[in-house]
Structure formats: C-alpha cells, structure tokens
C-alpha cells in the first residue's frame, strides 16, 4: 500500500482518487484555496459535487492549511489543479515536496512564455524548480480519459510520460485497474 495524495479538489484529481483508493492505497485530498466548499462537502457526504458516485469508503480530505501535513510520509504527489493553478502549485506546492516522492499531474495544455516559447506545464515547473535548486520527478497525464468515464469505471486508455521509466512503470502500478488502462512514455511533448 502507497499513500497517495492529490492536491487539487478539481474534477479530474478528485476521479483519480477512485483507481488510486480502490487499489488499496491511502487517499489523501488536498483542496486547494479555492476548494473549501468543495472539500467540506467531500467530508460531509464523501461525494464530488460534480460526481453523481460516492468516493470510495476511506478516502481522507482536507483543506489547504493542513497541505504541509498531508505532503509528510507520502509516496506520491498527484497535482489536481486547473491550468489555472499551475504556478500556484509550482509556488505553494513543489517547495514542500521531498526530493524523493514523484508528482504527476494532470493538467494538459501549453503556457506561453514572454520570448514567444510554449512550454509543458511539467516543463514550467522544472523552471520553477530549477531556480529555487530542487529536483524531483514530474511526470503528466496524457490521453482521452475524462472524470466522469474515470468515476463511472468506463474502459479508458491513457498514457503516463515522463523522463524516468522506472518511475512511469512505478506510478502505472499503483493507478492502473481493471477499466483504467496506463500505457507509459519518455515522449512528455507528444502526448
């Protein structure tokens, strides 16, 4: 069993706690400070607003304030948040996190740079790491797979990317289940 913790209340990070909690591994959620209602209402009801299902018994949640708490004693970061909240979590986020625990994400898109580049949103976070002297693993989540196919079990296919395969085939063993299908690639650009 891995404890896992996903920072961000938003829909995707929330559906991965169902593969990662019905595989039998500790599930923490971290709202992050846009996310007190929802999280209260996880603790209430153990349900997503958005999620016509209940959360798997014995998910853990918790508000942003107990973030440094949740981030002790775990095996992996999952980052939950919007492109929105990308430089929130490389500020707020990436600094607490041990050199020695991965982190995946699941935001997809491109940020635009002041030169006119576009970067990956796990290559913005290497940047971030770089000049504040960290490394870790960041690895990201590609591929046609929405919440509600996640929530509802629907068969998906995705693809975890990363520049570490040992740790792509590490993160493929503690998510994949039988209708959440992970393949895995050094091709973080293409996917």
């Known amino acids: 069993m891995a404890v896992i913790t996903i920072i961000g209340a938003g829909m995707m990070g929330s559906a991965l706690a169902f593969p990662a909690r019905e595989n039998e591994h500790e599930v923490r959620v971290v709202g992050t400070h846009l996310d007190r209602e929802i999280i209260d209402g996880c603790i209430k009801n153990n349900r997503h607003p958005k999620f016509e299902k209940d959360f798997p018994a014995g998910i853990k949640f918790y508000q942003i304030e107990q973030l440094a708490e949740t981030i002790d004693g775990t095996d992996v970061v999952i980052g939950g948040v919007s492109s929105f909240g990308v430089e929130w979590f490389a500020d707020n986020v990436l600094p607490l996190i041990p050199e020695n625990v991965p982190v995946l994400t699941v935001t997809k898109g491109l940020m635009d740079t002041s030169d006119?580049?576009?970067?990956?949103?796990?290559?913005?976070?290497?940047?971030?790491?770089?000049?504040?002297?960290?490394?870790?693993?960041?690895?990201?989540?590609?591929?046609?797979?929405?919440?509600?196919?996640?929530?509802?079990?629907?068969?998906?296919?995705?693809?975890?990317?990363?520049?570490?395969?040992?740790?792509?085939?590490?993160?493929?063993?503690?998510?994949?289940?039988?209708?959440?299908?992970?393949?895995?690639?050094?091709?973080?650009?293409?996917?």
Request: glycine share 8%; aromatic share 10%.
């Open 116 to 191: 006119g580049k576009l970067l990956t949103y796990p290559d913005v976070w290497k940047q971030k790491l770089e000049s504040i002297g960290k490394k870790l693993s960041l690895s990201a989540i590609g591929g046609p797979c929405t919440s509600y196919e996640l929530v509802a079990h629907d068969q998906t296919e995705v693809a975890f990317c990363g520049d570490d395969i040992k740790t792509l085939a590490y993160l493929k063993e503690l998510m994949q289940t039988d209708y959440y299908h992970i393949s895995i690639t050094t091709d973080v650009t293409g996917i």
